[in-house]
């Protein structure tokens, strides 16, 4: 009986492993906002995490939990699960960025329709200063993130606001992530 207690164990933790992620209401997930704007007839929107991080290479990721919900002609309200700072890079700059799934192969794939926005998270293991960033050129066109200090965690630089004070600022939860076409 004792040889089979591992094994079940085993199975057991499978399972769990392997269950469907939970469908949430987009405000109840980490990163929420709206998707606006003309995307065709019958779009498949997904959304997936883009980016750079260190120690790793450019993240492509739309395997990650989220609720994309119509909410009227030409308007998605979303929620999104970012990964937990650390689980996957050390530090990292990203977007989370809306595509037609064209193909259908749930990925981003370049030549599909997306959009985004000018707001990057920032993930980083500790309080300190940030050197800045040029972007390769399929990630944004070559655009530099300048020096700035951030927090240990998420942090959110919007590139449409003066740096500052409030700006990276820090998050756990983020409302009003908005994305448009």
């Known amino acids: 009986m004792r040889s089979v207690l591992p094994a079940l164990l085993l199975l057991s933790v499978v399972l769990v492993a392997c269950r469907p992620q939970e469908v949430r209401a987009p405000d109840a997930y980490p990163l929420a906002g709206a998707v606006s704007g003309r995307w ?7 959304l997936a995490l883009v980016g750079t991080g260190i120690p790793g ?32 890079n050390v530090a990292g700059v990203y977007q989370v960025v809306v595509f037609d799934d064209a193909n259908n192969d749930t990925k981003y794939n370049v030549g599909e329709t997306f959009a985004r926005n000018r707001q990057w998270l920032i993930v980083s293991p500790v309080n300190g200063d940030f050197s800045g960033v ?23 630089y919007d590139q449409s606001r003066p740096l ?18």
């Open 134 to 156: 040029n972007l390769p050129d399929f990630l944004g066109g070559a655009e530099a993130l300048p020096p700035m200090k951030l927090r240990s965690g998420w942090n959110l």
């Open 57 to 88: 290479a450019v993240k492509n990721d739309s395997a990650i939990g989220q609720n994309l919900v119509s909410s009227g002609l030409n308007s998605w309200e979303f929620g999104f699960d970012l990964p937990a700072p650390g689980v996957f």
């Open 164 to 181: 500052g004070a409030s700006n990276p600022s820090a998050f756990t939860t983020l409302r009003d992530y908005d994305l448009s076409r």
């Open 40 to 46: 065709g007839d019958s779009p498949r929107l997904r």
